[in-house]
């Protein structure tokens, strides 16, 4: 049998009708029947109408969301064009405004470190930090337009710095502590910013590390710094002698500490806000330039309608500042959560350090990464037993496919009752293509939907819409979290390049994809990645959900390596401590893909691997290991977490014949 194409005979979870009719999503569903005068029955209908009239969706999000802004007259200008289209080209906002609208003694933040730290940041705590670092920003002649570039942990004084950024107009851009010098300067040094917010150092897995030194060397390799400013994380005050332009927070803001109230300054819709970054090992990363309002639309629809995020509920993502799910927890704010932070190890506490800190903080809104809970599978942790997550709603997964025994895992071990969103999208759009819905069920294995106002297909290589086979993930019509552009970006060519080559006026995301019977989607593996034996596209997640079933296997990777005219599938296996790859458990990894995929999936050499090279926000990275197998030069080591992995892949014998 093969359970690729098996379909579950029931679902998982299925929203009860009073969560559902209480859920957001019902009742703006209720009201834009209602203002539009439109036949609205059920989510397919309020997808359909969202990208059908996508003007009086994204209106709607506008006035429904209560955006603080002008809104001008016109929703979208030339929206026939991709890219080219325009959103609310007469709208005048501040991305900050909108996420500080909050006051009171309410909790806004909830920090939490490895060392079992707790710090509480009310909305008044926060706003009033807010002023007086953006006060010292614009002293030191920050303004709209000019770069403030975070290299930190996430803590408060993150949000803070990327909220004060935000109110002047200046764009935010940010990297994780763990980051090597290089990678540092290949990210900030393309976009010279004027400030460096950053720490003395981290904590990691039990240890303190010191980034100093670090600091030292990025900074005198910024020529554009006016001031590096840095908070002491490990010591209250940091010895900052040999960084050039340093100073402390506190120093920093105390001429500004009676500042207590923000000059948001408004300004165009695609006002640029954030830089990203991608994180491809084939070049220096790509820097993706993010618009104020659209990120801000997105987020808001993607918390309250698609998250059901309600007023006092509290978020957590487990995410670092080198990877988008920062950004897109921050907003959470807008839409009155409680953001709970972590820094630190995942797997501290023999791996419930994260389950203790929901636990004891009511989280309602749980985000992992598709790994996290992979490895909590694995370690055969059972929260459900040790914790009370009697709170717990949402359960989020992202970052790679989440295998269907992941879906599985978080019922049986987390909770029998929550919504489980596997969601997709990135850094290319700070957001989510599809995603989860708090009126439809979850089926195992399956991506709940497509996003409202998003309209993804699945396109086989001439370009035409596909069901029940695997095909390109595609975005047919503009939406308003696109990317503004690249920057130095001279004509956009690297911009349509990335996204617009395959198929001209479509978005190719990227992403090896297939519609279910269900109207869900699972993902497949990146395109790019895409297995070809024989002429056949394989996805590499199809492998590794068989593979990694098997207990003595921890992880997984697969790739093609060009053989006679051809390709030929190779497997990189890395098993538990102690354990050998023999011809034994060869063979019962070749039937497990045989048996339960085709035979186009088994692989024709597998190779045990003391490790397995990823990216810093856990992404495993085939298109690297393909590199280092044929012998070409891996450019962007900097992105990777574990680089020197890389070596585990060059001359092996087995691969020579």
């Known amino acids: 049998m093969n359970d690729t194409h098996a379909v579950p005979s029931l679902p998982l979870w299925t929203p009860n009708p009073e969560q559902a009719a209480h859920s957001r999503m019902a009742h703006f569903l209720d009201r834009m029947k209602a203002r539009w005068q439109c036949e609205l029955t059920d989510y397919d209908s309020l997808w359909q109408w969202s990208v059908d009239q996508p003007e009086a969706f994204w209106q709607s999000i506008w006035e429904e969301e209560g955006v603080i802004g002008e809104q001008g007259q016109t929703v979208l200008a030339q929206g026939d064009r991709m890219p080219g289209a325009r959103w609310f080209p007469q709208a005048r906002l501040n991305f900050a405004e909108n996420l500080l609208r909050h006051r009171g003694s309410g909790t806004a933040l909830v920090f939490m470190g490895e060392d079992g730290v707790r710090r509480v940041v009310s909305h008044d705590d926060l706003h009033a930090a807010v002023a007086a670092f953006a006060a010292a920003l614009k002293a030191e002649g920050v ?27 200046a764009i935010f851009t940010s990297a994780s502590p763990d980051f090597g010098i290089q990678g540092v300067l290949d990210r900030f040094g393309q976009v010279e910013p004027k400030v460096l917010v950053t720490v003395d150092g981290y904590r990691y897995n039990g240890k303190a590390l010191s980034i100093l030194d670090k600091v030292a060397t990025v900074s005198a ?21 040999g960084i050039s332009g340093a100073i402390s927070t506190a120093d920093f803001v105390a001429p500004h500490a009676a500042t207590t109230t923000i000059d948001f300054v408004r300004l165009p819709f695609d006002h640029p806000l954030y830089i990203l970054y991608s994180s491809g090992t084939t070049g220096v990363p790509k820097c993706i330039i993010h618009g104020a309002g659209g990120t801000l639309l997105q987020h808001l629809k993607e918390h309250r309608l698609h998250c059901d995020i309600h007023p006092g509920d509290r978020l957590f993502y487990f995410t670092t500042l080198g990877w988008m799910m920062f950004n897109w927890l921050a907003s959470g ?33 749980f985000g992992v990464g598709a790994k996290f809970i992979d490895s909590c599978l694995k370690a055969e942790l059972k929260p459900r037993q040790t914790h009370d997550l009697s709170a717990l709603r949402v359960v989020l997964s992202t970052g790679s496919p989440l295998s269907p025994e992941g879906f599985d895992y978080v019922y049986q071990q987390i909770s029998s009752d929550v919504l489980l969103a596997s969601i997709s999208g990135g850094t290319d759009i700070v957001s989510c293509f599809v995603l989860g819905n708090p009126l439809l069920p979850v089926w195992k294995g399956e991506i709940q939907c497509r996003g409202l106002g998003m309209a993804v297909e699945v396109l086989d290589d001439a370009g035409y819409p596909l069901r029940g086979e695997k095909g390109e993930l595609a975005c047919l019509k503009p939406f308003p979290s696109m990317p503004v552009g690249f920057w130095n970006d001279p004509g956009q060519k690297k911009y349509l390049a990335a996204y617009f080559e395959k198929i001209p006026g479509i978005w190719c995301h990227g992403d090896f994809a297939e519609f279910t019977v269900h109207g869900g989607l699972v993902i497949h593996g990146r395109s790019d990645a895409t297995l070809n034996p024989g002429g056949v596209r394989i996805g590499t997640a199809e492998i590794y959900r068989q593979v990694e079933k098997l207990p003595e296997i921890v992880e997984s990777l697969a790739i093609g390596q060009d053989w006679d005219d051809d390709t030929r599938v190779v497997l990189f296996v890395r098993l538990k401590e102690g354990m050998v790859l023999d011809g034994a458990l060869s063979d019962r990894i070749r039937r497990q893909i045989r048996d339960n995929a085709t035979p186009r999936h088994v692989p024709a050499r597998i190779v045990q691997v003391s490790d397995i090279p990823r990216t810093k926000s856990g992404k495993i990275v085939e298109l690297a290991v393909r590199e280092v197998v044929h012998g070409r030069p891996v450019k962007n080591i900097e992105a990777l977490a574990n680089p020197e992995a890389l070596a585990l892949f060059r001359d092996i014998p087995a691969l020579s014949r």
């Open 143 to 169: 303004t709209a337009g000019d770069r403030v570039a975070a290299f930190m942990p996430n803590i408060p004084e993150a949000i803070v710095a990327m909220l004060a950024t935000a109110s002047l107009g």
């Open 221 to 241: 390799g910024l020529p554009s710094l006016g001031k590096t400013v840095v908070v002491g994380f490990l010591d209250s005050a940091p010895d900052l002698a």
């Open 333 to 365: 704010l807008a839409a009155g959560a409680t953001l709970l932070l972590y820094d630190g190890s995942p797997f501290a506490r023999d791996g419930r350090i994260l389950y203790d800190f929901i636990a004891a903080e009511g989280c309602t809104h």
